[in-house]
Each structure stands twice: as C-alpha cells, then as structure tokens.
C-alpha cells in the first residue's frame, strides 16, 4: 500500500486511541488540495461529496471517500475538497486520485484524515496505517519534521551503487541497512531512500544539524555522529621509501638535507 498523498506527506497527528486514523498536511501552503490517491487497488463502497466546512458541527468527515481493497482492508479518505473524482461503485487503481485535500466537515485546518481497518466490513477495527505503508516514488517530499519520520519506510529501499576499495581514497564502508540518503547534507533535504550497503568514496564532507555529512556521490548524503555504522576508510599513506646506501668507505660524508618539501637523502662522496 501506498501512502495516499500524491506530492508531500507530512503526518501531523499520529494514531492513537482517541484518533484513529493519521492526520496529514496542515494548511501547507504550496502543497494545499494536492490530489489524495487511493492507497491500493480496490473498490469505492461509500462516499461523500457536496459538503463545506461543519466545524464545529457534527459531519465529522465532510468530503470523504470509501475504499474496500479485498482481503478484508478498507481505508477511508476524510475532509476532502468538494468534487470527488470517484463515486460509489467505481473500481479505482492503486494512485488513482481520489479527490483532493480540503478542509471539509469537521476540522479547521486543511489536512487529510487518513483510516485504515482490517475486518469484515467498513466499520471494522482500525489499524495504525503507518505500519502498512510505503513510499514507492521517491519524487514525493517527505517533510523531515513529521514526528513519525523514522516511522515511514520507503519500498525502494535502496539508492547507491557501492565502489570496490581503494587504499589511494577517502572511503567510507556503510553497514547499517537503515542509513537515510538525502539530497543535500542537512536534515532539510529530501529523503531519496536508503543506502545500500558497501563501500563509497567520499566526494566531501561537512557539518550540518550536529552530524558530519558525507556526499558519497554526485548529490547523494549521508551522516554520521558516532560512525557504529560507517567505517571511515581514509587513503593509505605515502610509500614508504626503501633508502639502499651504496657502499660506504672509511671517509665517504652522507649528508641529510632537505630538498624542496621532500626529505631526502644526499649522499656525496668525498674523496679523502
Ligand atoms: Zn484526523
């Protein structure tokens, strides 16, 4: 499943005993009456269209639509804007709009009520959504200040391609499974995924939001504090220089000089 924003999530209030379902947007501004699309394939069993604002009336979901998606889930649309693009009986296709997000029946901020229910029928118990949904386009933005961020799994869980080692390169070797790309180093960049695991090159660094940041490729970030999982893998030294004298005999002068900014060895033979 899908999560039913087209554009933007951003969950602003989670589910809870005495919310059951997930609250999405808040008078976001650009993202106002983005299209709400239907989460999986399925069928519209109930809507509602025609409704304004209620607040504080009784209509609790204003706008609304209905989906039965088979195998007993029914998820379920609320405060959307007047002009429904389903109606009842309609058979709609995962991303299908739906409508778009509104601020109608009872609510007073433009944001989508998002339920979820598993059971035998519509009025089934709900469930926590969160736990069933994927990002599968990584083009919609998620806002890293949700309070569930960590919460939202992406179906494409990996952006990345891993480069062999070479000693003659800062590296880092990424272990966990769980590590965020974004595309710019700060947590206000957009979240492309996760990073696949392996060994990049460090193209830079910098410190943003108490992280140092990692550009592992070309727009392509990461951070670390404590580094449990990256493994740093600086350049390897300078050879070290293998200094063969020639035979020296009683009376020959080796002298240490320095040339340029290089240690070297003079050797100079002196005739006694
Ligand atoms: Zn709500």
Known sequence: MIYPLSRYI???????????????????????????????????????????NTYPGQRIYGNYVCISHGDGYWSMYGHLLKGLTVRQGERVRKGQVVGYMGNSGYSNGQHLHFELRKGENRKAAS?????YLFVEDPTI???P??????????RKTTVGTPVGRDPSRNQVEILATTLNARNMPSLDGDRLGYITRGIYNVLGTSEANGFTWYEIEKGLFCASKEGDWTVFLPAAAAPKYTVVFPEV??????????????????YEVTEV
């Open 10 to 52: 951003k969950i602003t209030q989670i589910y809870w005993s005495n919310h059951l379902g997930v609250d999405f947007g808040w008078n976001d501004g650009p993202y106002c009456n983005q299209p709400i699309v239907a989460i999986e394939d399925g069928i519209v069993v109930s809507c509602a269209d025609g409704y304004g």
């Open 127 to 131: 469930i926590d959504p969160i736990d």
């Open 141 to 143: 933005y998620v806002n």
């Open 145 to 154: 200040n949700s309070k569930q961020i960590e919460r939202i799994r992406y």
């Open 249 to 266: 005999t009683n009376g020959d002068k080796v002298t240490l000089c320095q040339l340029g900014d290089k240690l070297s060895l003079k």
